[in-house]
C-alpha cells in the first residue's frame, strides 16, 4: 500500500488562473472588479448609472455573466463600453477559465478598468476567484436584514458592499442601521455605501470611490 | 455550493497523482472541509458516490475532516477559534480578520496499491 500527502486545494485549477489573470491585470495597470449580488439586487443598473462618470477617469471594460440572454451586455452596450456577454448556460457562478476566455474578445492592453458583473448569486460565487482586486457585492433594501447572516461567506469576502434601492425605504421594513451593523460583524474591513439608481443618491459616492481606487491600481503598478 | 464539481475535480486530482505515483487502485481519500466553505458534507458523499465507480477511485473510503475556522492574531501571535460573526481575541479582545483555518477545500491524502505490489508492507511519500 501507498499512502501520498497532499495538500492540494481541489479548485487550484481555478486558483492558478485566477493568479495569472491577476498578474496580467497588474503589469497592464488594470483595477478588476468583481460584481456580485442577488439576482434583482441591482448589479446591472448600478453599473449603468455609473458608467459614464466611471468613463471620466479612464478606459473600461465589461463582462456579463448570466445564465442565458444577453439582455445585460445589450444595456452595457448602449453606454458606449465595450462588453462581453458570458452565458453559462445553466452554470451558477463564473470561473476564471471564462474571463480568461472572455478577455480574448477585448483590448485587455488598454484597460484601466475591468468590471466582471458575475451571474446574480449569494452563494457559489464567493469560492471562486476571478483574479479581481476588489469585491463589490450589491444588497437592495427589498432583500431583507436577514441576508448578510443567511449569506455570510459571500458578505465575509466582499470589500464594498453597496446598498441599494434606499429611495424603498419608508415603505419597507429595513433597518440600514441593522444591516451595517451585522455587515461589519462578518467582516470589519468593509466599506459600505448606501445607493439608489432610482433617485441618484449615493452615485456620485460610489464613482468616486471605484475611481480611486482605479487610479490607486494605475500608481501601484506604473 | 458545487459538492458535484468539487468531486469531479478532485477525482481529476486523485487520477493525475494515481498516474505519477504508480497507484492502481486507490483504497482511501482523505479530504480537508473548512466550515466557512458551506459545502454539505452529506451532499459531497452522494456526489462522491455518484462519481467514483467510474474512476480509480471506485469502492474507495472517503474520509472527511470537517476544519474548524481559526483566526490569527497578530498581537498576541497565536491562533484562536472564530465563527463568522465572532473574532475577537479571547486573550487582548481585539478583533482580527487574518483567517488562517476554515476556508480549505483539500485533497489531503491518497492510498492505494501499488502497480505489480506483491507485498502490503506500507510505503509513504510526500508530496
Same mark, same amino acid.
Given at each position: 500500500?501507498?499512502?501520498?500527502?497532499?495538500?492540494?486545494?481541489?479548485?487550484?485549477?481555478?486558483?492558478?488562473?485566477?493568479?495569472?489573470?491577476?498578474?496580467?491585470?497588474?503589469?497592464?495597470?488594470?483595477?478588476?472588479?468583481?460584481?456580485?449580488?442577488?439576482?434583482?439586487?441591482?448589479?446591472?443598473? @448600478?453599473?449603468?448609472?455609473?458608467?459614464?462618470?466611471?468613463?471620466?477617469?479612464?478606459?473600461?471594460?465589461?463582462?456579463?455573466?448570466? =445564465?442565458?440572454?444577453?439582455?445585460?451586455?445589450?444595456?452595457?452596450?448602449?453606454?458606449?463600453?465595450? @462588453?462581453?456577454?458570458?452565458?453559462?448556460?445553466?452554470?451558477?457562478?463564473?470561473?476564471?477559465?471564462?474571463?480568461?476566455?472572455?478577455?480574448?474578445?477585448?483590448?485587455?492592453?488598454?484597460?484601466?478598468?475591468?468590471?466582471?458583473?458575475?451571474?446574480?448569486?449569494?452563494?457559489?460565487?464567493?469560492?471562486?476567484?476571478?483574479?479581481?482586486?476588489?469585491?463589490?457585492?450589491?444588497?437592495?433594501?427589498?432583500?431583507?436584514?436577514?441576508?448578510?447572516?443567511?449569506?455570510?461567506?459571500?458578505?465575509?469576502?466582499?470589500?464594498?458592499?453597496?446598498?441599494?434601492?434606499?429611495?424603498?425605504?419608508?415603505?419597507?421594513?429595513?433597518?440600514?442601521?441593522?444591516?451595517?451593523?451585522?455587515?461589519?460583524? =462578518?467582516?470589519?474591513?468593509?466599506?459600505?455605501?448606501? @445607493?439608489?439608481?432610482?433617485?441618484?443618491?449615493?452615485?456620485?459616492?460610489?464613482?468616486?470611490?471605484?475611481?480611486?481606487?482605479?487610479?490607486?491600481?494605475?500608481?501601484?503598478?506604473? | 455550493?458545487?459538492?458535484?464539481?468539487?468531486?469531479?475535480?478532485?477525482?481529476?486530482?486523485?487520477?493525475?497523482?494515481?498516474?505519477?505515483?504508480?497507484?492502481?487502485?486507490?483504497?482511501?481519500?482523505?479530504?480537508?472541509?473548512?466550515?466557512?466553505?458551506?459545502?454539505?458534507?452529506?451532499?459531497?458523499?452522494? #456526489?462522491?458516490?455518484?462519481?467514483?465507480?467510474?474512476?480509480?477511485?471506485?469502492?474507495?473510503?472517503?474520509?472527511?475532516?470537517?476544519?474548524?475556522?481559526? #483566526?490569527?492574531?497578530?498581537?498576541?501571535?497565536?491562533?484562536?477559534?472564530?465563527?463568522?460573526?465572532?473574532?475577537?481575541?479571547?486573550?487582548?479582545?481585539?478583533?482580527?480578520?487574518?483567517?488562517? #483555518?476554515?476556508?480549505?477545500?483539500?485533497?489531503?491524502?491518497?492510498?492505494?496499491?501499488?502497480?505489480?505490489? /506483491?507485498?502490503?508492507?506500507?510505503?509513504?511519500? /510526500?508530496?
Amino acid at each position: 500500500m501507498k499512502q501520498i500527502l497532499l495538500k492540494k486545494n481541489v479548485l487550484n485549477n481555478n486558483n492558478e488562473i485566477a493568479e495569472k489573470l491577476n498578474n496580467s491585470f497588474n503589469e497592464q495597470g488594470t483595477l478588476a472588479i468583481n460584481l456580485l449580488g442577488s439576482p434583482g439586487a441591482g448589479k446591472t443598473s @448600478v453599473l449603468e448609472k455609473i458608467i459614464a462618470g466611471l468613463k471620466e477617469s479612464g478606459s473600461l471594460a465589461v463582462i456579463e455573466g448570466d =445564465l442565458y440572454t444577453a439582455k445585460d451586455a445589450e444595456r452595457i452596450e448602449a453606454q458606449q463600453v465595450p @462588453v462581453v456577454q458570458v452565458n453559462t448556460g445553466g452554470g451558477c457562478h463564473l470561473d476564471a477559465k471564462m474571463i480568461d476566455n472572455a478577455l480574448e474578445h477585448l483590448d485587455r492592453e488598454a484597460l484601466d478598468l475591468l468590471v466582471v458583473e458575475n451571474v446574480g448569486n449569494l452563494v457559489c460565487p464567493a469560492s471562486y476567484n476571478l483574479g479581481e482586486h476588489l469585491r463589490v457585492t450589491i444588497l437592495s433594501v427589498t432583500e431583507g436584514n436577514d441576508k448578510p447572516m443567511k449569506y455570510p461567506a459571500m458578505f465575509q469576502k466582499s470589500d464594498l458592499i453597496v446598498i441599494n434601492k434606499i429611495d424603498l425605504l419608508p415603505y419597507i421594513d429595513f433597518s440600514v442601521e441593522e444591516a451595517r451593523k451585522d455587515l461589519l460583524s =462578518l467582516n470589519d474591513k468593509l466599506d459600505v455605501i448606501e @445607493v439608489s439608481c432610482t433617485t441618484g443618491e449615493g452615485l456620485d459616492h460610489l464613482t468616486q470611490y471605484l475611481t480611486n481606487a482605479m487610479k490607486k491600481q494605475g500608481e501601484l503598478c506604473a | 455550493m458545487h459538492e458535484l464539481s468539487i468531486v469531479s475535480q478532485m477525482l481529476a486530482i486523485v487520477e493525475e497523482n494515481c498516474r505519477e505515483h504508480a497507484i492502481r487502485q486507490v483504497k482511501r481519500l482523505v479530504m480537508a472541509i473548512g466550515e466557512f466553505t458551506c459545502v454539505e458534507k452529506e451532499a459531497l458523499r452522494f #456526489a462522491f458516490d455518484s462519481l467514483s465507480p467510474d474512476s480509480i477511485a471506485a469502492g474507495a473510503e472517503l474520509v472527511i475532516r470537517s476544519v474548524a475556522p481559526k #483566526a490569527f492574531c497578530e498581537g498576541c501571535q497565536q491562533e484562536f477559534s472564530i465563527t463568522f460573526t465572532e473574532k475577537n481575541c479571547p486573550t487582548c479582545g481585539i478583533r482580527s480578520q487574518k483567517i488562517v #483555518a476554515g476556508e480549505e477545500l483539500h485533497l489531503e491524502s491518497i492510498e492505494g496499491e501499488e502497480e505489480n505490489e /506483491t507485498d502490503s508492507s506500507e510505503k509513504e511519500c /510526500t508530496e
